[in-house]
């Protein structure tokens, strides 16, 4: 059963750093695509990054240059460090797992999704 934990949330002032953790289990990690999604306050699901078993990447361009995502596939970890934090990034930040790759989309069909983890950028 694929499990995915997000953490590393909080609230940081705006130019602060966050970074996100996404813990997998119950699947072959190299072998999925991991994407990141965000959710703002009364606004629809935003795909923010991704990456794929072999680290190749894409960002959404609002978030390019200071984002980077990430992966151990060791440790079966996905990550997503964000610098230069702007109050319009504030949102729930959903980990997704998915057997294919859908590169810069909000994962539909088998993809499996994270708890969510609140990120909020305010001074």
């Known amino acids: 059963q694929v499990q995915l934990v997000e953490s590393g949330g909080g609230l940081v002032q705006p130019g602060g750093s966050l970074r996100l953790s996404c813990a997998a289990s119950?699947?072959?990690?190299?072998?999925?695509?991991m994407s990141w999604v965000r959710q703002a306050p009364g606004i629809g699901l935003e795909w923010v990054s991704d990456i794929d078993g072999g680290g190749s990447t894409n960002y959404v361009d609002s978030v390019k240059g200071r984002f980077t995502v990430s992966r151990d596939n060791a440790k079966n970890t996905e990550f997503l460090q964000m610098n230069s934090l702007k109050p319009e990034d504030t949102g729930v930040y959903y980990c997704?797992?998915?057997?294919?790759?859908?590169?810069?989309?909000?994962?539909?069909?088998?993809?499996?999704w994270g708890q969510g983890t609140q990120v909020t950028v305010a001074s």
């Open positions: 119950g699947f072959t990690f190299i072998s999925y695509a």
């Open positions: 997704i797992a998915s057997p294919t790759f859908q590169p810069m989309c909000v994962p539909r069909g088998l993809a499996s």
